[in-house]
Each structure stands twice: as structure tokens, then as C-alpha cells.
């Protein structure tokens, strides 16, 4: 037998529930809109037209025009270095002595060869113009005055061979002197004060390399000579240069040489450029960056390198709406150019582009331009009369 309370609460449960759902719906809180997304900040510029220099760029090497090794080319001791390692050197700069006394003895030695050689001519001359009429007259045999001419002929060729023992000589004792035959920078000496040059394996003494100007050879594919020959054509063709990538030195030349053959290995032809050196600053052996002018892309339309951005293969714009949102423009690179993109696309001149933020946007964003504006000057305040 169940309780009384129990079949009390046993009929009075559906009304419970009622009043209790009744409270549930009528505390409901009612639905709000979803914030507004934040207006993000940006800085902006408008799309311009400009020429842009059509360039090609190749890597390349730097080459001395002269570049040569200084030799000793006679045997002898060295005397202390002129020039010091590493020193800039003129023309005809004194750089190395070998000791020159044995080879000024030789000279010496030469000189009397050839007072004595001239002194045996000039008397045998004498002697064949003294006995030229005795012979007509039969006071001396034929034979007798043909001997004397043949001593004269014999001693006018000693003279000969004296003369150029003495130019030999003096030659050698030159050569005691090693000098630059061009202006240059001397590198690092193989010998020293002291040591016997001249020899076998002792000749080199230094090297000296030509440094103002200087060449620097590329290589562009044989399908772009083409194009090279029709501009060579026309005059001489500009280069920049830029030293081993970096972009603060740089310097420009002129093409001067383009070799007679391709090789069947790289298919490519090798180019010359050549480019003044006043400050030393470019060596031989330097990998440079080599930027050719090739002509102009006239009125092209140009944007900030920074305003561009790729999304898988393509590349995009962000363009900002009149009502301050922005939209992605698909566009295509043309050329770059001092931080600056030539490109097209469904973009006019005058368009607003995002530059800095493009990483928070998103199709429909709202932003807020904060590109700074220049300070206009305060007013001047009038003078009341």
C-alpha cells in the first residue's frame, strides 16, 4: 500500500514540470549580433606608371688585363726590396736589385774587346789603302794585297762581334734591375735579400697585376647574342657591376669584347666588360653580379616589391575599396626594379594598395589607413593692427 505522500506528488508532478519549464523559457536570454570584426591598421600607396630599365643580370668573374710574373733573368744575389709586398707600383718602378758587380766588370771587359777590336780595323785599313797603289805597280804581289784586304774584312767583323758582346753586356747588367713595365700592385715575393736567383726553379721573384681598369667576363645563353649584336650595334652597351652581392658597391663599365665561338658545352658565349678601378677596391678573381640595360619597359604600371604577395602559384594584390575593405587582385609580374614590381592584371593607376599588413588580411577586411601624411606647418598667428 503505497503512502499517502506519494500519490500526493504522484499527481501533482505534471504541473511541476510545467511551472518549472514556464520559469526555464521565460529567464532565456534573447540573441545578440555577432561584433563587428576590428578595423586593422595598414599604410597604403596608390599604383604609378613608370619607364622601367629592362635588365639582365649574370654572375661574373674579374679579370686583370695584365697580369704578370716578375722573373729574374740573371744570376746574382739579391739585394734588399725596393717595393715593398703588396705596394702600388708606376711605370718603370724600381721593385728588385740583383748585386750588378760582376755584370759591370763584363761590360768593362767588353768596352776594351771593342777599342781593341776597332784599333786591329783601323790599321788594317791603313795597311790596305798603303799598299792599294803598290799592287797596281806590281811592288807587291796579288795574293800579298788580297791577304791584307781579307785581314780588314776580318777585322771590321770582330768590330761587329765586340759591339754586340758590349750590347749583351750591358743587356746583363740591365737586367740586374727589375722594374714594372706597367702600373700595378706587386703581390708576395718567392724570394728574399740574400738569396741567389737566376737559377733553375729561382727565377720568379713576384707577380704584378694590373688593377685600374680591370675586365669582368660573363656568360649569357647563346640564344640571348641576338639581341647583344643588334644593341652593339647601335653604340656601346652599359653594365653595372656589384661587388660579390653586395648591393652598396658598385660600379659601371662598358661590353669591349664578345668571343668568336660557343662553346657545344655550356651553350653560352662569353661577354666583356670593362670598368675603371681608381679606389683598388674590385681584385681579379671577385665574383661580381653583372646587370645589363637591355631598353625600356615604357609606362608600366608599378608597385612596391613589398605589396606583393603569392598565394600557391600566383601572385596577388590587396586593393582597397571605396568603403575601406580590401579585395585580393590577381596580377603578373613583369619586371623588378630598385625595390620596385612592373606588373599587369586587373589594376589601373591611381588604385590604393595595401603595403604593410598584407599578412593579417582577409577578403572583405576592413582597415584603416595610417600611411603618414605630411605635417602641414602651423599657422602663423596675425599681428592685430
Request: charged residues 20%; aromatic residues 6%; glycine residues 6%.
Amino acid at each position: 500500500m503505497q503512502s499517502p505522500l506519494l500519490v500526493h506528488l504522484h499527481h501533482r508532478l505534471p504541473l511541476v514540470l510545467l511551472c518549472c519549464t514556464a520559469v526555464v523559457a521565460c529567464t532565456k536570454r534573447p540573441e545578440t549580433a555577432p561584433p563587428e570584426p576590428p578595423v586593422l591598421p595598414v599604410t597604403t600607396t596608390t599604383v604609378t606608371r613608370q619607364n622601367i630599365p629592362l635588365q639582365a643580370t649574370y654572375p661574373g668573374i674579374v679579370y686583370s688585363p695584365r697580369n704578370i710574373q716578375l722573373n729574374a733573368r740573371v744570376e746574382g744575389f739579391l739585394l734588399p726590396q725596393v717595393k715593398a709586398d703588396g705596394a702600388i707600383v708606376k711605370t718603370d718602378d724600381v721593385i728588385y736589385r740583383i748585386d750588378p758587380r760582376q755584370y759591370e766588370a763584363a761590360v768593362l771587359a767588353a768596352q776594351g774587346s771593342l777599342a781593341q777590336a776597332i784599333a786591329n780595323r783601323d790599321y788594317a785599313a791603313i795597311d790596305q789603302k798603303r799598299n792599294e797603289p803598290l799592287v797596281g805597280v806590281n811592288a807587291i804581289s796579288q795574293l800579298s794585297y788580297d791577304q791584307i784586304v781579307a785581314q780588314l774584312t776580318a777585322a771590321e767583323g770582330q768590330v761587329l762581334t765586340a759591339k754586340a758582346n758590349l750590347v749583351q753586356a750591358e743587356l746583363n747588367l740591365s737586367f740586374c734591375t727589375v722594374t714594372a713595365p706597367f702600373a700595378g700592385m706587386i703581390g708576395a715575393s718567392e724570394q728574399f735579400e740574400g738569396d741567389v736567383v737566376g737559377q733553375v726553379n729561382s727565377t720568379e721573384l713576384n707577380s704584378l697585376v694590373q688593377l685600374d681598369p680591370l675586365w669582368a667576363q660573363f656568360s649569357p645563353a647563346s640564344t640571348e647574342w641576338p639581341k647583344y649584336q643588334d644593341l652593339l650595334a647601335k653604340g656601346p652597351l652599359s653594365v653595372s657591376l656589384t661587388y660579390d652581392g653586395d648591393a652598396s658597391l658598385k660600379t659601371t663599365g662598358q661590353i669591349i669584347f664578345s668571343d668568336n665561338q660557343i662553346p657545344t658545352s655550356t651553350s653560352t658565349l662569353m661577354l666583356r666588360a670593362q670598368f675603371t678601378n681608381p679606389t683598388m677596391l674590385f681584385r681579379p678573381g671577385a665574383y661580381v653580379k653583372v646587370e645589363v640595360i637591355l631598353g625600356t619597359l615604357e609606362n608600366a604600371l608599378v608597385v612596391p616589391e613589398r605589396a606583393v604577395f603569392a598565394r600557391e602559384a600566383d601572385t596577388y594584390i590587396w586593393r582597397v575599396k571605396s568603403d575601406n575593405t580590401v579585395e585580393s587582385v590577381l596580377v603578373a609580374l613583369q619586371r623588378e626594379y630598385n625595390g620596385m614590381l612592373a606588373i599587369t592584371g586587373s589594376i589601373a593607376e591611381g588604385d590604393r594598395i595595401v603595403v604593410d599588413g598584407i599578412q593579417r588580411m582577409k577578403l572583405g577586411a576592413r582597415v584603416e589607413d595610417t600611411t603618414t601624411k605630411p605635417e602641414q606647418p602651423e599657422p602663423v598667428p596675425q599681428k592685430t593692427p
